[in-house]
């Protein structure tokens, strides 16, 4: 026993003493002391010729692509089992049936002598193949890689969908960790790189949200509201809005006649904060909210992915008039990237929400497809005549705007920027900010869409100068790749 133990520990890498322990004091007449052993250590082992000792044989995943998609595609058990992120949604799909013997027995179920044994084959697993698309992916994980380690970043995300379908095109997360080597030993790591951030978590969205602000507004100036403002109105120039006795203010200090004489267009274009706090009080609480929930915040999207957090919205009969000033701009409300991508493409595609998705078929070895996923139309938002104005406004924002660092020659990029400062223990914590930018192109009819989101940047920290330049990159890089 003490040979056969040291020759395990020796040639299997694994502790003496578990060998022996496993070995004598396991009351099971079958023990495994290690899986997932390569074919010359199993050569080496069984060229002892020890008595009882075998091997069997099993299956291993390869990623070719180690690190890429690691948290949308997940990990399985060491037996093959999906355990996380597409391989744990479509387990059910993947693992297959596995075959069986089928014995003759009498009523009580003893085999009978002489009966008949069936055979029942295994079946083996389908295959899923991803909407997304490898060469952005692998655009974004550059630009992301870049990101993180040039802005020391807590974390460094980018979403690419397709407004028009849903389909996502890419979606990336620094830091993460390579599947061939999943840190099964390291419950706290495995589960903080595994994390699917932009699916599973909320964050405060900053100024990107006056998207839907601007939105709902220009919706309800083409119906007729009479408290919506029209395109031309000029904001009071103010840097301070007093909502029951509580001071709104905005970002820029308003000195030498900044932000004076702007209308939505430069509101958005300065994103002012004031401006959208007007907006909000002006159509109210019921309208405000009746537009979040349209666009889909405070809900699942739908994705074929577990784990999905719905975000975090006040109800609308506890909501203040503060809180409806601030949720105007992107504060007192949370959401996950995937929920503002998706707003905002139904905002700029012409007022179509799609469920997001990133399987779009399932299919078998011999290329007989079991099920083909087609984009699904979720409700409409608002008006096409009102998203083109969106659009055309947040075209205006790249062009001439705060958005200037994705602008694109030719391109037709549009989008908006967003700077959020984080909160801990419910008051802001110092120099810790949130990053972010939504842009699309081409603005009128849009076919990419990328959200950049980086995560407590050292240094500089507004959206416009720390994300917006990332998703200039990976544009720069799609039209080439696609020769748009």
Request: overall charge negative; hydrophobic content about 35%.
């Amino acid at each position: 026993m003490v040979k056969l133990c040291e020759t395990l520990s020796r040639v299997l890498e694994i502790d003496y003493d578990y060998a022996y322990d496993r070995l004598t004091k396991t009351k099971s007449s079958e023990v495994t002391v290690k899986k997932q052993v390569k074919k010359e250590k199993i050569n080496e082992l069984l060229s002892y010729e020890f008595e009882g000792v075998y091997y069997s044989r099993d299956n291993t995943r390869l990623y070719p692509y180690n690190e890429t998609l690691s948290q949308v595609i997940g990990f399985t058990s060491t037996d093959g089992k999906g355990q996380s992120g597409l391989e744990l949604y479509y387990d059910k799909y993947l693992s297959g049936i596995n075959g069986e013997i089928l014995y003759e027995t009498d009523i009580v179920g003893v085999e009978i002598d002489g009966g008949k044994a069936s055979y029942i084959p295994a079946t083996d697993g389908l295959n899923i193949k991803l909407t997304i698309d490898n060469e952005i992916q692998m655009l974004c994980e550059a630009a992301m890689s870049e990101a993180y380690e040039i802005h020391s970043a807590k974390s460094a995300q980018m979403l690419v969908i397709d407004p028009s379908s849903g389909a996502v095109r890419a979606m990336c997360m620094k830091p993460s960790f390579n599947l061939n080597e999943v840190p099964r030993d390291d419950l706290s790591l495995l589960s903080a790189k595994s994390r699917n951030n932009l699916v599973c978590d909320v964050y405060e969205p900053g100024s990107t949200f006056k998207i839907l602000t601007a939105a709902a507004n220009v919706e309800e100036y083409l119906n007729g509201n009479k408290s919506a403002f029209s395109p031309e109105h000029i904001f009071s120039s103010s840097r301070y809005r007093y909502i029951d006795g509580q001071r709104v203010k905005c970002w820029s200090n308003h000195e030498n006649g900044k932000h004076a004489n702007l209308n939505l267009q430069g509101g958005l274009n300065n994103s002012c904060n004031p401006i959208f706090v007007d907006i909000a009080m002006s159509l109210g609480k019921e309208t405000m909210y009746k537009y979040i929930n349209r666009f889909g915040y405070g809900s699942v999207t739908g994705i074929d992915f577990g784990g999905e957090a719905q975000g975090m919205i006040l109800p609308v009969s506890a909501v203040q008039n503060v809180d409806l000033a601030r949720i105007a701009f992107g504060q007192t409300i949370a959401v996950t990237g995937l929920q503002l991508a998706s707003a905002t493409a139904a905002a700029v595609n012409g007022g179509n929400y799609y469920t997001p998705y990133l399987v779009e078929e399932i299919y078998s070895d011999n290329g007989i497809i079991a099920e083909k996923i087609s984009p699904r139309l979720k409700n409409r938002v608002i008006s096409e005549r009102a998203s083109a104005i969106v659009s055309d406004m947040l075209e205006k924002v790249v062009a001439e705007g705060s958005g200037k660092q994705a602008y694109i020659d030719g391109a037709r990029v549009a989008g908006k920027t967003g700077t959020a400062q984080k909160y801990e223990n419910g008051v802001i914590a110092a120099g810790k900010y949130v990053a972010s930018f939504v842009g699309y192109f081409p603005a009128d009819n849009p076919k990419y869409l990328a959200l950049v989101i980086i995560d407590e940047p050292k240094g500089e920290y507004y959206g416009s100068t720390v994300a917006a330049p990332y998703a200039k990159q990976v544009f720069e890089g799609i039209i080439k790749l696609k020769g748009i």
